[in-house]
């Protein structure tokens, strides 16, 4: 359920980042993810096959040279209206793409941590406006919001799994308690009639009635911790396929 959710807001984000592409007049906008020590496009202008990024392709982070980067390092705007002009950026890797211009910002988690990257290129100068700039920041903080909102519904999907495998297991265990006092019983019972039977062969005095009596109750007993202990198995299997559904 998590991960489906997760597929429709990328799906959401893609339409997103499709209308600030023609509002910026822009030919890509991305949002980037970090995972671990790598940066993946997580989500993009899918309308138009004009933008070169493919959704999934996975770059190093560290020493990467990407405009993205830098932004995820000074966790602050990065607007370069041409990186050709700019010793500091005329040789990084998004020109290999013809990707001129970037304007982007950093995406952070709830907790506080980088999410990744909210960004726009152009393959020609481009000098952001304010009103774009304005834009990119509002996109910025309405994902931001979702992914605030998807975890907390994520975290509270997970409470009431929890809380609905906890009265589950609080019925097999009774249901296991029970059997096994049963059992617990009729042990005790067998032990109780051995006992009867070695008493009196010790004093001679078992007759055959006594006997018959004795191994009766024995049967008995022994049924019952038998089915006892059957039905006890049978809530073990259940507890092991729930621990198989949980994993």
Request: glycine share 4%.
């Amino acid at each position: 359920m998590y991960y489906q959710k997760s597929q429709e807001l990328i799906d959401s984000w893609n339409k997103t980042l499709a209308i600030v592409a023609k509002l910026a007049s822009v030919p890509v906008a991305l949002v980037m993810k970090i995972e671990k020590n790598n940066i993946t496009v997580l989500s993009k202008n899918i309308d138009t096959d004009a933008n070169p990024y493919t959704i999934g392709h996975t770059e190093c982070l560290d020493g990467s040279g990407l405009y993205c980067e830098e932004v995820i390092k000074s966790q602050k705007m990065l607007n370069i209206p041409n990186a050709l002009c700019d010793e500091n950026w005329n040789d990084n890797p998004d020109l290999k793409l013809n990707m001129v211009a970037y304007l982007g910002l950093p995406i952070v988690n709830n907790d506080g941590s980088l999410f990744g990257t909210l960004c726009i290129l152009d393959n020609k100068e481009h000098v952001f406006t304010e009103t774009t700039v304005g834009l990119l920041e509002a996109i910025k903080q309405s994902f931001e919001v979702q992914l605030k909102q998807l975890h907390q519904q994520h975290i509270a999907e997970e409470k009431q799994k929890l809380e609905a495998l906890s009265i589950l297991i609080r019925g097999l265990s009774h249901e296991i308690n029970t059997p096994l006092g049963i059992g617990i019983t009729a042990t005790s019972i067998i032990e109780s009639t051995i006992e009867n039977i070695e008493q009196k062969l010790a004093a001679k005095s078992l007759n055959q009635n006594t006997l018959s009596s004795c191994l009766g109750t024995i049967k008995d007993s022994v049924s019952l911790l038998s089915n006892s202990l059957n039905h006890t198995a049978d809530q073990v299997g259940k507890l092991q396929d729930l621990s198989l559904i949980h994993i």
